[in-house]
């Protein structure tokens, strides 16, 4: 039988080492490569043909959804696992419905990577027990009734939107090209306004009203510093 081909796809050296320690001990699963951002994620996957991808949410330069998206229309055939430290359901519903194979908190990593693995292996989705899984269907249930969102700005708009995508606050200054404290205003003002205050409930916000969606086409941004 031939090993499982995984590539790692995290932004964090010593989060990328962790995981290729605890996959060089499991049977029949060989790591074939590394990427440091979305980017590098995407040459690694169009040069090296991995079985299974372990991306990170939250990257400088392309995030993981925007590299699920790219992923999913050009290699349909690579199974992508969200590896991430966002434990909100509204996440994971977000990467399933973007074609995602399973979804899993870093926090569980250690002790569900192998089965994660096994089973979008024999086609199946993984969603990490420690998500409220029941949730995630409700949610997936409502996503197609539009809420009126016609209340919020077109800048508003484009902050939500990269708030769902998990972008931190300094990528989000760098893409629309404003300052960290702007981002922060747009922040608390859409909480205000939508009278929602948590990130979670943001998340879930944009995705309702379609500001996030599958067909939101990546775009490459260059940008400096950590995520």
Request: glycine residues 6%.
């Amino acid at each position: 039988m031939k090993p499982t081909r995984v590539l790692l796809a995290d932004d964090h050296t010593i989060v990328r080492a962790g995981i290729r320690a605890l996959l060089d001990s499991v049977m029949q699963v060989e790591v074939i490569g590394e990427a440091a951002n979305g980017e590098q994620a995407l040459d690694s996957i169009e040069k090296l043909r991995p079985d299974v991808v372990l991306l990170d949410l939250t990257m400088p330069g392309l995030t993981g959804f925007e590299v699920l998206r790219e992923v999913t229309e050009k290699f349909p055939e690579v199974r992508v696992i969200l590896v991430t430290v966002h434990e909100e359901v509204e996440y994971a519903y977000q990467a399933l419905h973007l074609g995602a194979s399973g979804y899993l908190p870093k926090s569980a990593a250690s002790a569900e990577l192998p089965l994660a693995i096994e089973q979008v292996m024999s086609g199946k989705k993984y969603i990490s027990p420690a998500l409220n899984q029941d949730a995630a269907i409700e949610l997936g249930r409502g996503s197609d009734s539009h809420v009126l969102s016609a209340e919020l700005t077109p800048r508003q708009k484009e902050v939500l939107a990269r708030i769902a995508e998990g972008r931190s606050t300094k990528d989000i200054a760098l893409t629309l090209e404003i300052s960290i404290k702007t981002v922060e205003t747009h922040r608390a003002q859409l909480m205000e306004r939508l009278n929602i205050h948590n990130i979670a409930g943001l998340v879930r916000y944009a995705i309702k009203t379609g500001i996030v969606s599958s067909d939101q086409p990546a775009t490459v941004k260059k940008m400096g510093g950590k995520s």
